[in-house]
């Protein structure tokens, strides 16, 4: 069973920037890819950022790229997501996730396990 545990979330204002980290225990991370995906109030939770297990290969949402930055260290059993140029509409709580295989995904049903979430509130 692998436990995820989320922190870094916090306010902010727009333009700023947040660092989010995910610690792992359990399992073998660095067999696990991991994903950040995020929900805000009234909708669906939506994809974020995806790497796959040795951190060579990441894919992102339209809606970030260029902005975030999900990275790994397998020596650590963490993930951490790079936040910066934050908008308003970024804003929702963030959920680190993993998987039992090496290859990254943005689908929400590939992940096995999942974090209880950390708050990112963007506002002036």
């Known amino acids: 069973q692998v436990q995820l545990v989320e922190s870094g979330g916090g306010l902010v204002q727009p333009g700023g920037s947040l660092r989010l980290s995910c610690a792992a225990s359990g399992g073998t991370f660095s067999r696990y890819a991991m994903g950040w995906f995020r929900q805000a109030p009234g909708k669906e939770r939506e994809f974020v950022a995806t790497i796959n297990s040795n951190g060579g290969r990441t894919f992102y949402a339209d809606s970030v790229k260029g902005r975030f930055t999900i990275s790994r260290d397998n020596a650590k059993n963490a993930v951490y997501l790079q936040m910066n140029s934050l908008k308003p509409e970024d804003t929702a709580v963030y959920y680190c996730?993993?998987?039992?295989?090496?290859?990254?995904?943005?689908?929400?049903?590939?992940?096995?396990?999942w974090g209880q979430g950390t708050q990112v509130t963007v506002s002036s």
């Open positions: 996730a993993s998987k039992r295989d090496i290859y990254y995904s943005r689908y929400y049903s590939s992940y096995d396990y």
